[in-house]
């Protein structure tokens, strides 16, 4: 419901209006005074009284001066703003400039601050009416229609809306967390700021959705120990996620203690490249958030986890969630239960662009790390380098060998491949066939060459030196490498 003022110059009408608002007891309210667009008019002059229910709200003040009155955006530079309570639940302003600087456009007028008084009943709506209501002393009149106020009754930790607080609001916040933790920040809406609640009239705004998420031990911030309080709250571990109605269980006895390392499964184009925040020793750990920046033209994140702990910790194995975006890989989780052991240790793994063709140096760093409530100080940096695969023949093994062996190669890229085995005297002994083969290495015994020491009639060779040759057809070229190998009986 709104507060309205109609006012008729000739054929033209337009609306004043107060916005409906909602805020809790104890806070400062924000309410607009919008007006439809009254160029036409060379408005320079605006007075009007604001009534609103004194034992609720109270216009803000410096000093005993009232300073509750603000001039909108459709308020010229240089517009003098006179304002007083004359009465209890009265608010007088007057508005006023010269000839040169008229009202433009639509838009808000005017935005009035009231401190909602610390005792207001939840769930109470109040009138605000405007009365007296002129435009240029009258050249333009009105009437007052009246509008509402709601004493807003947060239900904490109930960002979706629907009453209770559940696992699905934990989900949420992790969802808003490592968005917001990102560079730039990405802004996640909560349900509750799209779609009014059960338990109030209007969509929160940003401000009073932050309020919601931010349970337990305020600090104006929503982390990933909120998601980790609505998880408490949930399974009875804590009775109230109010603020200051509960200890705060995000608080270590100590410090945190956190350490970041990385290792990587090779050098090469495909490797696995795995970045480990130990934070197993941090006291009471229920909730981390890291993010890690990577160039995206070398990594690509595969795989987020956390390591199970024991038999116990696996039936309260923790909500994590991740966002990736320009380089940049957000993660935050939560736990009802502490996290011990190896189940306070996260892996994050990368996998280093097969399309990398020359060697190239990089580099993984961390930007934010917070368990529980406390961010963690890192200058963290893991630097590597990745070498491209080339197309190479390698030593056979065993060598001197009797009766087989194996023939490792590497390849640039996928290849149909063929191993040819001569004699000394430059006599074909036999022809191995591999058939199309991926880029990469094959050196161990599943994926190397393999020869039994026959010959293509299945005889065993003789003793002596033999010379083997790796070809490698690679887009219309073939590639050849050569090498020599023992066989002794």
Do not use: C
């Amino acid at each position: 419901m709104t507060a309205s003022a109609t006012f008729t110059v000739g054929s033209l009408t337009d609306t004043l209006t107060v916005v409906d608002k909602q805020r809790g007891a104890g806070t400062t309210v924000t309410i607009p005074v919008d007006i439809y667009d009254v160029s036409a008019l060379n408005v320079v002059a605006v007075d009007l009284i604001v009534t609103y229910d004194d034992t609720i709200l109270t216009p803000t003040s410096e000093a005993s001066v009232t300073t509750a009155v603000a001039p909108g955006p459709v308020v010229p530079a240089g517009w003098s703003v006179q304002q007083n309570v004359t009465a209890p639940g009265s608010l007088v302003v007057s508005m006023a400039s010269d000839f040169a600087s008229t009202l433009t456009g639509a838009g808000t007028l005017l935005t009035l601050d009231f401190d909602v008084a610390v005792g207001a009943a939840a769930n109470t709506t109040t009138p605000i009416g405007l009365t007296g209501v002129e435009l240029n002393e009258g050249a333009v009149s009105a009437t007052a229609i009246g509008g509402t106020f709601t004493v807003l009754s947060i239900v904490y930790g109930d960002v979706t809306g629907n009453g209770s607080v559940g696992a699905y609001d934990a989900a949420w916040m992790l969802e808003y967390v490592v968005n917001a933790a990102i560079d730039p920040p990405e802004v996640v809406d909560f349900p509750i700021e799209t779609t009014a609640p059960v338990w109030a009239p209007l969509p929160l705004t940003k401000e009073e959705a932050l309020e919601v998420a931010d349970v337990v031990t305020p600090d104006g911030l929503v982390t990933a120990s909120d998601a980790a309080d609505v998880l408490r709250f949930r399974v009875g571990l804590i009775g109230s996620l109010n603020p200051g109605a509960a200890p705060s269980p995000g608080a270590p006895a100590f410090a945190p203690v956190a350490r970041l390392s990385a290792s990587s499964t090779s050098a090469r184009p495909g490797a696995w490249v795995t970045v480990s925040l130990d934070a197993s020793a941090t006291p009471d750990l229920r909730a981390g958030e890291i993010v890690l920046h990577f160039d995206s033209a070398v990594l690509r994140p595969v795989d987020v986890s956390l390591r199970q702990g024991d038999t116990a910790d696996a039936a309260w194995r923790p909500v994590l969630a991740q966002h990736e975006v320009d380089g940049q890989i957000a993660i935050a989780f939560a736990s009802a239960r502490p996290l011990e052991g190896l189940g306070g240790i996260l892996d994050v793994t990368f996998e280093a662009s097969r399309s990398i063709s020359r060697p190239t140096e990089s580099a993984i760093t961390a930007s934010h790390v917070r368990l529980n409530r406390s961010l963690v100080d890192t200058g963290f940096v893991y630097a590597f380098r990745v070498e491209p695969f080339q197309t190479r023949l390698m030593a056979n093994y065993p060598n001197p060998f009797n009766p087989e062996t194996w023939i490792p190669f590497e390849l640039a890229e996928d290849a149909r491949v063929a191993l040819r085995i001569y004699d000394i005297s430059g006599t074909v002994v036999r022809t191995l066939d591999l058939g199309q083969r991926p880029m990469g290495e094959h050196v161990d015994r599943a994926h190397a060459a393999y020869w039994d020491g026959r010959n293509q009639s299945g005889e065993p060779v003789a003793s002596g030196v033999y010379v083997y040759e790796l070809t490698a057809a690679e887009h219309g070229a073939v590639r050849r490498e050569v090498r020599r190998m023992v066989v002794a009986k």
